[in-house]
């Protein structure tokens, strides 16, 4: 929606945008809500995406008699408490913060500060990106594990 906005200018990253300019400032607030909007909407089908296809492998692993459901929740468990999960989950705080942030302030200050609020949303938009990474980070570690199982007991996944 961005590169709509911005009609007759060459399009350019979200990162790009110079918010210093009152009319990239202006398009940037224009389309935020529904920039934000299409953002959040494209990360939840990511992480579904991601969800069903791990889920999916573990219910592979399950059918093929290489796992139980205790087999799986203990993995799941497992994994989800590790250090390196855990930490990855609290580094999701601070792009967390950013997109509530930038949701409350860059819509309440578009009039009185545009270049403020062309700021704010381009960090909240921004922060989507840093979330997806994390998490992917996070199922690449839970998918890993369980392509490893089932190499080592001859699964074929999905």
Partial sequence: ???AALAG????PAHAVDCRDPAQAQAVNATFE???TARQAALNQHTAERLYR???EAKALIAAGAWTEADRKS???KARSSAAYSKLEQSKKEPLFSVQMGRSTASGIKTSNPLGACSYALSTLSAYDDLRGI???QYDMLENGIIAIAQAKGVKLP
């Fill in 1 to 3: 929606m961005l590169c």
């Fill in 135 to 137: 998490t992917d980070t």
């Fill in 54 to 56: 791990i889920d999916a």
């Fill in 75 to 77: 993995y799941f468990g």
């Fill in 9 to 12: 200018l060459v399009c350019l």
């Fill in 34 to 36: 529904a920039d934000d």
